[in-house]
């Protein structure tokens, strides 16, 4: 039966201060490719830069966007200490298909000399080896050229139709629920 709600959320856009820089940072460090790019008024109706950039087949994952008529100043590096201004986005989040692959990606990362701002850490309250935070998920979190915070994970729980959570193995995890039943 048709659903009356979007299936996923998919692309994010991102407003960066130097197209070159960012598109070189995702492609060299987080594997993107970019499927196309454009100068700002390429159309008539858009003033500014944008070049979509994808992880896997889908045309884009990612849109970065580039207003030459901006003046960009710097993001705090904790989005905590940014205390004045328009609501902003927090984070967005990249997934591995699997930990390994995340334990590589984080290899990567650290080899590129990127700053990890948190982690590597275990949302966890359940699992032994957790943080104690919510999310069910192993992550690290980076900055990208601009201070946009990225946090890359893997292993997300997912949650049944009673509420409990299963984690990346299957296995149900006893003494969860979900807020919205
Ligand atoms: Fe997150």
């Keep these: 039966m048709a659903s009356p709600y979007p299936a996923r959320l998919q692309h994010f856009a991102v407003e960066v201060s130097d197209t070159d820089r960012s598109i070189a940072f995702y492609r060299q460090v987080l594997g993107f490719k970019l499927t196309e790019r454009h100068a700002a008024h390429d159309h008539p109706d858009i003033p500014v830069e944008l070049s979509f950039l994808r992880l896997g087949e889908t045309h884009h994952d990612l849109v970065l966007v580039h207003n030459p008529a901006k003046t960009y100043r710097p993001k705090p590096i904790r989005p905590e200490d940014d205390t004045d201004g328009p609501p902003m986005f927090h984070h967005y989040a990249l997934e591995c298909a ?23 850490v275990l949302h966890s309250f359940a699992d032994p080896r957790g943080d104690g935070s919510w999310g069910e998920n192993e992550a690290v979190y980076i900055l990208d050229p601009d201070g946009h915070r990225i946090e890359i994970f893997c292993d997300l729980a997912t949650i049944d139709p009673d509420g409990t959570h299963r984690n990346a193995s299957g296995a149900r995890v006893a003494g969860t629920r979900t807020e919205e039943l």
């Design 98 to 120: 699997s930990r390994d692959d995340w334990q590589a990606m984080l290899e990567r990362v650290r080899a590129a000399g990127v700053p990890i701002v948190r982690g590597p």
